[in-house]
T-cell receptor, first 113, second 114 residues
Framework: SQQGEEDPQALSIQEGENATMNCSYKTSINNLQWYRQNSGRGLVHLILIRSNEREKHSGRLRVTLDTSKKSSSLLITASRAADTASYFCATDHGSGNTGKLIFGQGTTLQVKP | ETGVTQSPTHLIKTRGQQVTLRCSSQSGHNTVSWYQQALGQGPQFIFQYYREEENGRGNFPPRFSGLQFPNYSSELNVNALELDDSALYLC?????????????FGEGSRLTVL
Protein backbone atom coordinates (compact mmCIF):
# COMPACT_ATOMS: atom_id res chain seq x y z
CA SER A 1 0.00 0.00 0.00
CA GLN A 2 1.15 3.53 -0.64
CA GLN A 3 2.06 5.36 2.48
CA GLY A 4 2.92 8.79 1.14
CA GLU A 5 0.27 11.40 0.75
CA GLU A 6 0.93 14.35 -1.48
CA ASP A 7 -0.85 17.60 -1.92
CA PRO A 8 -1.97 19.26 -3.96
CA GLN A 9 -2.83 16.54 -6.47
CA ALA A 10 -2.59 19.12 -9.23
CA LEU A 11 -1.00 22.54 -9.45
CA SER A 12 -1.11 25.07 -12.27
CA ILE A 13 1.09 28.16 -12.22
CA GLN A 14 2.61 30.74 -14.54
CA GLU A 15 6.19 30.64 -15.64
CA GLY A 16 8.41 32.45 -13.17
CA GLU A 17 6.24 31.65 -10.15
CA ASN A 18 7.27 29.28 -7.39
CA ALA A 19 5.70 25.84 -6.96
CA THR A 20 5.36 24.12 -3.61
CA MET A 21 4.39 20.49 -3.15
CA ASN A 22 3.88 18.71 0.13
CA CYS A 23 4.30 15.12 1.20
CA SER A 24 3.34 13.32 4.39
CA TYR A 25 4.20 9.83 5.57
CA LYS A 26 3.21 7.59 8.45
CA THR A 27 6.20 5.81 9.94
CA SER A 28 9.82 6.73 10.60
CA ILE A 29 12.16 6.99 7.65
CA ASN A 30 15.81 6.62 6.77
CA ASN A 31 15.52 9.08 3.91
CA LEU A 32 12.97 10.83 1.73
CA GLN A 33 13.44 11.42 -1.98
CA TRP A 34 11.72 13.41 -4.68
CA TYR A 35 11.37 12.18 -8.25
CA ARG A 36 10.06 13.74 -11.41
CA GLN A 37 8.18 11.93 -14.18
CA ASN A 38 7.36 13.31 -17.59
CA SER A 39 4.17 11.91 -19.00
CA GLY A 40 4.30 8.12 -19.19
CA ARG A 41 8.07 7.93 -18.92
CA GLY A 42 10.62 6.83 -16.34
CA LEU A 43 11.26 8.62 -13.09
CA VAL A 44 14.21 10.91 -12.61
CA HIS A 45 15.75 11.40 -9.19
CA LEU A 46 15.79 15.03 -8.05
CA ILE A 47 16.99 15.16 -4.48
CA LEU A 48 17.41 13.02 -1.36
CA ILE A 49 17.17 14.25 2.20
CA ARG A 50 18.18 12.10 5.15
CA SER A 51 16.20 11.80 8.35
CA ASN A 52 18.77 13.84 10.28
CA GLU A 53 18.65 16.71 7.78
CA ARG A 54 16.12 19.53 7.82
CA GLU A 55 16.73 21.33 4.55
CA LYS A 56 18.54 20.70 1.32
CA HIS A 57 19.07 22.68 -1.85
CA SER A 58 19.88 21.68 -5.41
CA GLY A 59 19.77 24.41 -8.04
CA ARG A 60 16.21 25.77 -8.09
CA LEU A 61 14.99 23.01 -5.76
CA ARG A 62 14.61 23.32 -2.02
CA VAL A 63 13.45 20.43 0.11
CA THR A 64 12.53 20.57 3.77
CA LEU A 65 11.88 17.70 6.12
CA ASP A 66 10.04 17.82 9.44
CA THR A 67 10.30 14.40 11.05
CA SER A 68 8.17 15.46 14.03
CA LYS A 69 5.28 16.13 11.65
CA LYS A 70 6.30 13.36 9.25
CA SER A 71 6.16 15.73 6.34
CA SER A 72 8.31 17.20 3.59
CA SER A 73 7.94 19.93 1.03
CA LEU A 74 9.51 20.52 -2.36
CA LEU A 75 9.85 24.09 -3.57
CA ILE A 76 10.69 24.82 -7.20
CA THR A 77 11.66 28.45 -7.62
CA ALA A 78 11.32 30.53 -10.79
CA SER A 79 9.46 27.75 -12.57
CA ARG A 80 9.80 27.13 -16.29
CA ALA A 81 7.48 25.49 -18.81
CA ALA A 82 9.96 22.60 -18.92
CA ASP A 83 9.19 21.89 -15.23
CA THR A 84 5.76 20.61 -16.29
CA ALA A 85 5.67 17.02 -15.01
CA SER A 86 4.47 14.83 -12.16
CA TYR A 87 6.44 14.95 -8.95
CA PHE A 88 6.57 12.09 -6.46
CA CYS A 89 7.92 11.84 -2.97
CA ALA A 90 9.29 8.48 -1.93
CA THR A 91 10.32 7.25 1.48
CA ASP A 92 12.87 4.63 2.50
CA HIS A 93 11.92 3.09 5.82
CA GLY A 94 14.72 0.58 6.06
CA SER A 95 17.85 0.49 8.14
CA GLY A 96 20.23 2.33 5.86
CA ASN A 97 19.60 2.97 2.18
CA THR A 98 17.57 -0.05 1.10
CA GLY A 99 16.26 1.22 -2.22
CA LYS A 100 12.83 -0.19 -1.36
CA LEU A 101 10.82 2.97 -1.71
CA ILE A 102 7.22 3.80 -0.93
CA PHE A 103 5.89 6.41 -3.31
CA GLY A 104 3.12 8.91 -2.88
CA GLN A 105 0.41 9.45 -5.45
CA GLY A 106 2.19 12.44 -6.93
CA THR A 107 1.52 16.07 -7.73
CA THR A 108 0.91 17.03 -11.34
CA LEU A 109 2.49 20.39 -12.06
CA GLN A 110 1.60 22.47 -15.08
CA VAL A 111 3.68 25.57 -15.77
CA LYS A 112 2.11 27.86 -18.31
CA PRO A 113 4.42 29.92 -20.55
CA GLU B 1 19.75 9.37 -19.50
CA THR B 2 20.10 6.92 -16.60
CA GLY B 3 21.80 4.05 -18.41
CA VAL B 4 18.97 1.69 -17.46
CA THR B 5 17.25 0.12 -20.45
CA GLN B 6 14.01 -1.84 -20.53
CA SER B 7 12.36 -3.97 -23.16
CA PRO B 8 9.89 -4.19 -24.66
CA THR B 9 8.57 -0.62 -24.38
CA HIS B 10 4.98 -1.61 -25.08
CA LEU B 11 3.17 -4.91 -25.26
CA ILE B 12 -0.36 -6.25 -25.32
CA LYS B 13 -1.36 -9.57 -23.79
CA THR B 14 -4.61 -11.34 -23.07
CA ARG B 15 -5.87 -12.47 -19.69
CA GLY B 16 -4.26 -15.73 -18.56
CA GLN B 17 -1.11 -15.33 -20.63
CA GLN B 18 2.40 -14.95 -19.28
CA VAL B 19 4.83 -12.08 -19.85
CA THR B 20 8.55 -11.50 -19.39
CA LEU B 21 9.97 -7.99 -19.10
CA ARG B 22 13.68 -7.28 -19.26
CA CYS B 23 15.97 -4.72 -17.72
CA SER B 24 19.61 -3.87 -18.18
CA SER B 25 21.06 -2.08 -15.16
CA GLN B 26 23.37 0.88 -15.13
CA SER B 27 26.98 -0.23 -15.28
CA GLY B 28 28.38 -0.98 -11.83
CA HIS B 29 25.04 -1.16 -10.06
CA ASN B 30 24.52 -4.33 -8.02
CA THR B 31 20.84 -4.04 -7.18
CA VAL B 32 17.70 -3.95 -9.28
CA SER B 33 14.20 -3.15 -8.11
CA TRP B 34 10.92 -3.49 -9.97
CA TYR B 35 7.92 -1.23 -9.56
CA GLN B 36 4.39 -1.31 -10.94
CA GLN B 37 2.71 1.99 -11.75
CA ALA B 38 -0.98 1.96 -12.53
CA LEU B 39 -2.40 4.88 -14.47
CA GLY B 40 -2.61 8.00 -12.33
CA GLN B 41 -0.89 6.36 -9.36
CA GLY B 42 2.56 6.37 -7.84
CA PRO B 43 4.86 3.39 -8.38
CA GLN B 44 4.45 0.39 -6.09
CA PHE B 45 7.40 -1.76 -5.04
CA ILE B 46 7.21 -5.30 -6.41
CA PHE B 47 10.58 -6.77 -5.37
CA GLN B 48 14.29 -6.18 -5.30
CA TYR B 49 17.24 -8.37 -6.33
CA TYR B 50 20.72 -8.10 -4.90
CA ARG B 51 23.50 -10.42 -6.05
CA GLU B 52 21.00 -12.65 -7.86
CA GLU B 53 18.85 -13.24 -4.76
CA GLU B 54 15.46 -11.76 -3.97
CA ASN B 55 16.05 -9.11 -1.33
CA GLY B 56 12.56 -8.05 -0.32
CA ARG B 57 9.11 -8.14 -1.84
CA GLY B 58 6.13 -5.84 -1.74
CA ASN B 59 2.49 -6.85 -1.55
CA PHE B 60 2.40 -8.81 -4.81
CA PRO B 61 1.33 -12.45 -5.32
CA PRO B 62 3.76 -15.25 -6.22
CA ARG B 63 2.74 -15.13 -9.88
CA PHE B 64 5.05 -12.12 -10.00
CA SER B 65 8.58 -13.50 -10.07
CA GLY B 66 11.98 -12.29 -11.08
CA LEU B 67 15.56 -13.10 -11.86
CA GLN B 68 18.83 -11.25 -11.69
CA PHE B 69 21.75 -12.45 -13.78
CA PRO B 70 25.50 -12.30 -13.04
CA ASN B 71 25.82 -9.22 -15.25
CA TYR B 72 23.13 -7.61 -13.04
CA SER B 73 20.51 -7.55 -15.78
CA SER B 74 17.08 -8.68 -14.65
CA GLU B 75 13.75 -10.12 -15.69
CA LEU B 76 10.25 -9.71 -14.32
CA ASN B 77 7.86 -12.53 -15.08
CA VAL B 78 4.13 -12.39 -14.54
CA ASN B 79 2.02 -15.52 -14.93
CA ALA B 80 -1.73 -15.87 -15.34
CA LEU B 81 -2.17 -12.24 -16.33
CA GLU B 82 -5.17 -10.36 -14.99
CA LEU B 83 -6.76 -7.19 -16.29
CA ASP B 84 -5.48 -5.28 -13.25
CA ASP B 85 -1.92 -6.12 -14.23
CA SER B 86 -2.20 -3.46 -16.93
CA ALA B 87 0.37 -0.87 -15.89
CA LEU B 88 3.75 0.69 -16.51
CA TYR B 89 6.46 -1.59 -15.13
CA LEU B 90 9.57 0.25 -14.06
CA CYS B 91 12.98 -1.16 -13.39
CA UNK B 92 15.42 0.75 -11.22
CA UNK B 93 19.06 0.05 -10.52
CA UNK B 94 21.06 1.25 -7.58
CA UNK B 95 24.07 0.75 -5.39
CA UNK B 96 22.44 -0.09 -2.12
CA UNK B 97 24.60 -0.66 0.92
CA UNK B 98 26.63 2.28 -0.31
CA UNK B 99 26.27 5.88 0.70
CA UNK B 100 23.87 6.78 -2.07
CA UNK B 101 20.18 5.97 -1.84
CA UNK B 102 18.72 7.17 -5.09
CA UNK B 103 17.31 4.89 -7.76
CA UNK B 104 18.00 5.14 -11.49
CA PHE B 105 14.91 4.25 -13.47
CA GLY B 106 14.44 2.96 -16.97
CA GLU B 107 11.71 4.31 -19.22
CA GLY B 108 9.42 1.41 -18.39
CA SER B 109 7.48 -1.29 -20.17
CA ARG B 110 3.82 -0.51 -20.67
CA LEU B 111 1.74 -3.67 -20.42
CA THR B 112 -1.87 -3.80 -21.54
CA VAL B 113 -3.90 -6.87 -20.62
CA LEU B 114 -7.09 -7.42 -22.61
Amino acid sequence: SQQGEEDPQALSIQEGENATMNCSYKTSINNLQWYRQNSGRGLVHLILIRSNEREKHSGRLRVTLDTSKKSSSLLITASRAADTASYFCATDHGSGNTGKLIFGQGTTLQVKP
Amino acid sequence: ETGVTQSPTHLIKTRGQQVTLRCSSQSGHNTVSWYQQALGQGPQFIFQYYREEENGRGNFPPRFSGLQFPNYSSELNVNALELDDSALYLCASSLVRQNTGELFFGEGSRLTVL
